[in-house]
Every structure is written in C-alpha cells, then in structure tokens.
C-alpha cells in the first residue's frame, strides 16, 4: 500500500487526479490510500512523515506549493514530491527541494501515470535494506543506508559504518552479492563503495562520508557508471 | 682548432627543467598545490643529480641516458598534470626541443666568447642568465600572448605522435655529428642550432594549428548559439505583436464570455484563452545563460510540435563547461528526444523530460522521452545507428568523457534515457 497525499486547492482538479489514481490502480493493481488537502496549510499542521508521495498544486490561496515542499522536505527528506502546476516556470526550481518531476495543467491521464508510475519506483527503490553480518557472538543487523565502504583484508572484511567501524569474516565478493539490491559499487578491487553516501568525485579519489578513496583506473569507468545510474534514478 | 667541450650536463638539466615547467604552468594540476610543489621539486632535483651523475659515461650509454632523463620528465609531466598519457608525450616533445635549442644556442655562444672558461665560470653563468632568460622569456611571451580557446587545449592521439616522432627525428640529426670520430668544431654546434631551431619552429606550428582549429569549432558553437537567440529575438518580436493584438482580442473576448450564459461554450471561450497564454509561458530562468536560451527554444519548439516538455534544471553548476560543450551535452540529447517523438503518433504519449541537477559532487543531465518501440543499443552501449532519433550521441558521449564523466543510454519501460553525470571540479584550476 502506497500513500498519497494529495495537496490542491481546486476540487475539481482533486477529483480528477483521485479519479485518475483509481484508474491507475485498475490498469496496474498498484494500491494506494489517497488523503486529501485543500491547501499547503493543512497538511502541515502536525505533519508527520507518513507519505510515500505528495502532489502539490503550485499555486494555493494561503502557503504556495513550493514553501509548502520546502518545509515537508525539511521534515521528511525519503518523501516524493511531484507538482501540479499551470505555469512550468514555476516548477523549474523544483531542485531546490528534491522535486524533479511536475504535471502540467490541465493534466492528461496518460502524463499523470506515467509520472505516478516513476515515483512507485522510486518509492520501492527508498525501501530499507538491513545486512546480517556475522560478527563475535551473534548476527548484527545493519542498515545498509548507515554504510560508508567495505574493504577487503584476506578472508576479512572490514565494515566503515556511521557508527563506526567493525571486522567480519567473509569475502567482499560474498556481501557484495548480498547486497545486490542497494546502490553499492567498487572504486577499486579491493572496496565496495555505498554510493548514497558519495560526496564527491575528483581525479581518481571518491569522498565518501568522511573518508577519501582511490579509483582505480580499470574500475573508473564501471564505478562512474554506477554512480551515474544511482543519481539519475534518485534524482533528490 | 682545439677540441671544444661539451655543454655541462646541469645547464642541459637547467634547460630541461625551463623548459618543461614553462609548458607545463597553464597545464591542468592532477593534485593540490601543495603536492605538485613537492613533485616539481622532487623532480628537479632527481633529474639534475641524474644528468650530472651521468655526465661522463662513455659514448654507448649517452643515448640510454638521455632517453632516461626525458622518460623522467614524462613521467612528471604526466603524474603531476591532468592529462592523457599521449598529452603528456606531446607537450614532453614540445619541451624536450626547446630545452635543446636553448642549451645549445647558450654554449655554441659559449665556445665562441670564451671557449677556456668552464662552466662555473661567473662570466658564463651570466652568459648563461641571460641567453636562457631572453629564449625561454620570449616563448612565454609568445605563448601568452595567442589567445586559446577556453578550457583546455585537446591534442588528439595523431597530434601527439606526430610531435614525439618529430622530436625523435630532430634530436637525432642534430646529435648526429657528434657519433663520428671526427673532432668537434663550432660548425657541428651551429648546425646543432640551427636543427633544434627548426624542430621548435615545426613544433609551434603544429600547436597554432591546433589552437587555432580549436578556436574555430569554439566559434562554430558560438555562432549556433547567436543563431539560436537570434531566433529566440525573432520570436518574442513576433511574440509583442501578436500580445499587442491580444490585449484587444482578450477585452472582447472577456466581455463575450460575460455575456454567454451557455456553461459550455463559457469553457471553451475560457480554454481557447488559456491555450492562447500557455504560449507565452516558455521562459526559462536556470541560472545559466546558454542553457536558458537552449532550454527556451526548445520548450518553444515542442509547443509548435505538440510535445509536452517539462523540465527541471538547475544551471548554476555549469559554469565549468564552455558554451560548445552545452550545446552539445543538452542540445544533441534534446533534439534526438524531439525527433523521436514527432514519430509518436498519439500526441498525449509524446512526453519529454528534463532534469538537470546537482547530487554527491557531481552534476546529473538526464533526458527522457516516452518511446513504446525498444531502442536496440550496439556493444558501445549506444543506439545502433538511426535506431532512436537520428542524431550521433557519440560527440555527447566524447565531451562527457572530456571531463572525466560519463554518459549512459538505455530503455526500459517504454521510456528513453540519456544521462550524463560529470564531477564538478573542486576548484577551476591556476
């Protein structure tokens, strides 16, 4: 089950996108609870990061769409936000908040799914993954958005993690297939690098978290492409 | 006549150094500053110690010695600049004859002022202050004062082989002399002279050429711009016509709608002026002034072919590209998109998206279209040719590559993507 909030002023235009979610749950089983909100106002009084996906009408009577994004993104930084607007340069910034995608008004069903189906992706792709690892004494269960890098060291691996850093048996090649499903890439052969946690990238190093890696030649062109995949399907 | 000595191996270290630094100063740094000090350094010190140590070996093991000393400055050149492998050799050639030049000019006038001073001499050393002050002080001069196109200067594979191949040939006729028995005289160093002078005269040549065809694709670009504004111009002129007639039209149609009671034909009259407004609604303001002219007529361009285009785009990381290359990097992933969409025949289905922002250091480009047939990508990992748009997306590819990006292509989901991830620099560079 997939949240929406759905934030416009205009009734008539909150009807047709609840008729269009409907639609689109038919044509692709995907289901969704839908709150509505009549104004930026109302759904931030007493928010709470409960929403997979906010559509927000530009513009609005008293908080606008885009003040209105600006202190949801504070406050829930996972959250999609997608605007409804009739002026396209008012979306342009939509950067500056995380929101990259807009629907035009008056908005074509056909324009409005396939935007509604980017952000299911996205939403799916946010999903947690925790890592068991085999440590001294028992399993630890790791959230493997909390991962800064993994190096190599004979039968061992090393974990740099925000809160702190460990040593578990095992090869890199074995985590590295555990964690097939999150955006991990190697920079060299020797670390497996969490590429949400990229700073930045510069002749041959990576800053990842705190720490600066080497990129290795042979790996460059792979690991950029990795990199390249994980940020263009992020894109907040 | 008396044999007449050679140059001191620390003048020909002296001319080396000169030399390579004099072509290295506008060059790209690979690390800080602080660690290309200690490398010059570094390097400095290792080739002087190296020629001087080498300085009386017997005549076999000159030559392995010199190819030593310039596999050094390569080996500088390229660990402490941002350049290619072949760069490096281009620009190592290039340095390796002017070091030449100026090491022999300076002794051949050596030998012919006072031939029995050595080379510790005060009077040479002055001698050697000046002569090297006044060559290497001149081709400063010279290479500042040509103007270069913006950014870097790229030299292709062919350019550089070129160069070393050159080098190669001119070190040798003009040492060739110096493997006969024969004794050496002041007319073996003037024709020494006079080759190495011809080799940089054939060297610079090649570098104008090369800046100057780099100068023109630069201005080839500019001028697609201008093209492009000046149409962007044509059409607000049109734009302030058509407002102007506008005003008037809407005051009547205003007063028609009041009048209407019919619900229907109320919100047709409405949408008819909605549409009419919709057109003027193109503008956009990025942060950067070519990707708004770009981004402008675009979006204006897929009104007229009934394409929806929304685009999200945050200009102000592009400051680091030249006005060609975001011509390039946006232009041609946009006109391909166009292209392929003015084939959708349902016009609800033909979507385009934009979005260009800023995320882990990097700058994000990312083009998509909706596109139901499957685009077929060749082993390079791009569409095989005329399989999605018509337009190459090798030269996107290439200008990423340039600085030190990537671009990716695929299709999933009845949806195209082009995305294009380059690092922002840290800083632009000396």
Redesign the interface.
Same mark, same amino acid.
């Given at each position: 089950m997939i949240r929406i909030a759905m934030v416009e002023d205009e009734a008539a235009v909150r009807e047709q996108l609840m008729g269009y979610v409907q639609r689109y749950t038919r044509q692709y089983g995907t289901e969704f609870s839908v709150t509505e909100f009549a104004d930026g106002v109302d759904i931030l009084e007493d928010y709470r990061p409960v929403y997979d996906i906010v559509f927000l009408d530009v513009e609005m009577k008293h908080l606008d769409g885009m003040e209105t994004a600006r202190r949801i993104r504070a406050l829930d930084a996972d959250v999609v936000l997608i605007f409804i607007t009739?002026?396209?340069?008012y979306?342009?910034?939509?950067?500056?908040v995380g929101?990259?995608?807009?629907?035009?008004k008056p908005v074509?069903?056909?324009?409005f799914s396939?935007q509604l189906?980017k952000a299911v992706e996205k939403v799916s792709r946010h999903a947690r993954h925790y890592l068991a690892v085999p440590v001294e004494g028992g399993l630890r269960r790791l959230d493997t958005v909390q991962i800064y890098y993994l190096e190599s060291e004979g039968h061992r691996v090393h974990f740099y993690t925000e809160e702190g850093e460990f040593t578990a048996p095992g090869a890199l090649k074995t985590f590295e297939e555990k964690l097939a499903a999150c955006p991990f890439a190697r920079c060299n052969s020797g670390y497996l690098v969490n590429?949400a946690q990229?700073?930045?990238?510069?002749?041959?190093v990576v800053?990842v978290g705190p720490y600066e890696l080497q990129v290795s030649r042979p790996k460059r062109?792979s690991f950029?492409?990795a990199?390249?995949?994980h940020?263009?399907g992020?894109?907040? | 006549m008396t044999a007449l000595p050679n140059i001191p191996r620390l003048y020909t270290a002296l001319a080396e150094c000169m030399a390579i630094l004099l072509y290295a100063w506008p060059l790209p740094r690979?690390?800080g500053k602080r660690p290309t000090i200690v490398l010059t350094g570094g390097w400095a010190v290792a080739l002087s110690g190296f020629l001087h140590a080498t300085g009386g070996v017997p005549l076999a093991w000159w030559i392995p010695c010199m190819a030593a000393a310039i596999g050094l400055s390569y080996l500088y050149l390229w660990a402490s600049r941002?350049i290619r492998w072949l760069e490096a050799g281009y620009v190592c050639a290039r340095a390796f004859i002017l070091a030449e030049l100026a090491a022999s000019v300076e002794w051949q006038l050596h030998c012919a002022l006072f031939p029995h001073r050595g080379g510790g001499d005060g009077l040479a050393l002055l001698l050697l202050a000046v002569v090297d002050g006044v060559l290497y002080g001149t081709v400063f001069w010279l290479e500042r004062r040509r103007p270069s196109p913006t950014g870097k200067l790229t030299v292709s594979n062919k350019a550089a082989l070129v160069a070393v191949v050159m080098a190669a040939m001119v070190f040798a006729v003009s040492n060739l002399l110096f493997l006969g028995d024969g004794e050496v005289n002041m007319s073996i160093y003037y024709i020494r002279t006079l080759v190495d002078f011809c080799g940089v005269l054939i060297l610079t040549i090649q570098h104008d050429q090369l800046r100057e065809s780099a100068l023109h694709s630069e201005l080839e670009a500019m001028d697609e711009v201008l093209h492009r504004q000046y149409e962007q111009y044509k059409r607000s002129k049109e734009g302030i016509k058509l407002i102007n007639s506008r005003y008037h039209e809407l005051k009547i149609q205003i007063a028609n709608i009041r009048a209407e009671r019919d619900q229907a034909k109320q919100d047709a009259a409405l949408a008819r002026m909605?549409s009419g407004i919709r057109q003027y609604?193109?503008? $956009?303001?990025?942060g950067n002034p070519v990707l708004d002219t770009l981004l402008t007529a675009k979006?204006m361009e897929c009104q007229e072919q009934g394409i $929806?285009m929304?685009?999200?785009?945050?200009g102000q990381w592009l400051g680091f590209l030249s006005t060609r290359e975001i011509c390039t990097l946006v232009g041609v992933p946009l006109d391909n998109a166009v292209e392929s969409l003015t084939a959708e025949p349902?016009p609800?289905?033909r979507?385009l998206?934009v979005?260009?922002?800023?995320?882990?250091?990097?700058v @994000?480009l990312?083009f998509e279209n909706?596109c139901a047939a499957p685009v077929a990508l060749g082993p390079d990992g791009l569409p095989v040719r005329s399989a999605h748009g018509g337009y190459d997306l090798r030269g996107v590819q290439a200008a990423a590559r340039q600085h030190?990006?990537? @671009?990716?292509v695929k299709w999933e $989901?009845s949806?195209f993507?082009v995305?294009?991830?380059l690092?922002?620099?840290?800083k632009e560079s000396m």
């Open positions: 009739n002026m396209a340069q979306a342009i910034k939509g950067y500056a929101a990259l995608d807009y629907v035009l074509p069903y056909f324009a396939q189906q590429l990229v700073r930045g990238v510069q002749q041959g800053e062109k950029l492409a990199l390249a995949d940020i263009g992020e894109g907040v | 690979r690390f941002d909605e609604e193109a503008e $956009n303001k990025t979006s $929806n929304t685009s999200v785009a945050d349902d609800e289905k979507l998206r979005a260009i922002y800023a995320q882990s250091g990097c @994000m990312r909706y030190g990006g990537t @671009m990716t $989901n949806w993507t995305r294009i991830l690092p922002i620099p840290e």
